[in-house]
T-cell receptor
Framework: KQEVTQIPAALSVPEGENLVLNCSFTDSAIYNLQWFRQDPGKGLTSLLLIQSSQREQTSGRLNASLDKSSGRSTLYIAASQPGDSATYLCAVNSGGGADGLTFGKGTHLIIQP | EAGVVQSPRYKIIEKKQPVAFWCNPISGHNTLYWYLQNLGQGPELLIRYENEEAVDDSQLPKDRFSAERLKGVDSTLKIQPAELGDSAVYLC????????????????FGPGTRLTVL
């Protein structure tokens, strides 16, 4: 059974810092991996999706990497802003395409102004 | 483009009462998912539909939960009777499994329904 772990569980940093969120998964046979953002009381917003054949994806100040063989992904946030404060969730698709996602518990991020 | 729509956003009921949640996926998305999210946890899959067929309902507690996706578009998730432990956020998501986006299968989520059972 796939298990996803996110470290750290919580992180508080001053505005402007670059930071890295970590995600690990136990079964390397994945189809893709998604990073989401969740604001309090809201649904999930998809940030980046990495296919199993890819090494990284970039969107603005966000960069996600994938090392499938070691079961790890990182989300890099450059020049953090208070608006980046949210919970960040990592999820893997272990099936053949449109299977359900297995989520980690998330990293609660606070950017101090 | 409109996102995934869910209603109601909030629901408070007494235990043993029935409750239903509705979801309208992104237009053209043939795969629909229902997830359950407890406080401080990541979402967990309850059921997945491909068009109108439930292809994965292994995590759905079938003694009290039921779901349907008539005509392969909107979907309803029902709980009858509700228990205290059902208090959670129920999330609906959709993806396009075939066609031009086939290699991505990116899932898009609705705002969720927050259920409180008293």
């Amino acid at each position: 059974k796939q298990e996803v772990t996110q470290i750290p569980a919580a992180l508080s940093v001053p505005e402007g810092e670059n930071l890295v969120l970590n995600c690990s998964f136990t079964d390397s046979a994945i189809y893709n991996l998604q990073w989401f953002r969740q604001d309090p009381g809201k649904g999930l917003t998809s940030l980046l999706l990495i296919q199993s054949s890819q090494r990284e994806q970039t969107s603005g100040r966000l960069n996600a990497s994938l090392d499938k063989s070691s079961g790890r992904s990182t989300l890099y946030i450059a020049a953090s802003q208070p608006g980046d404060s949210a919970t960040y969730l990592c999820a893997v698709n272990s099936g053949g395409g449109a299977d359900g996602l297995t989520f980690g518990k998330g990293t609660h991020l606070i950017i101090q102004p | 483009e409109a996102g995934v729509v869910q209603s109601p956003r909030y629901k408070i009921i007494e235990k043993k009462q029935p409750v239903a949640f509705w979801c309208n996926p992104i237009s053209g998305h043939n795969t629909l998912y229902w997830y359950l999210q407890n406080l401080g946890q990541g979402p967990e899959l309850l059921i997945r539909y491909e068009n109108e067929e439930a292809v994965d309902d292994s995590q759905l507690p079938k003694d009290r939960f039921s779901a349907e996706r008539l005509k392969g578009v909107d979907s309803t998730l029902k709980i009858q009777p509700a228990e205290l432990g059902d208090s959670a956020v129920y999330l609906c998501a959709s993806s396009l499994e075939a066609g031009g986006d086939r290699v991505r299968n990116e899932q898009f989520f609705g705002p969720g329904t927050r259920l409180t059972v008293l």
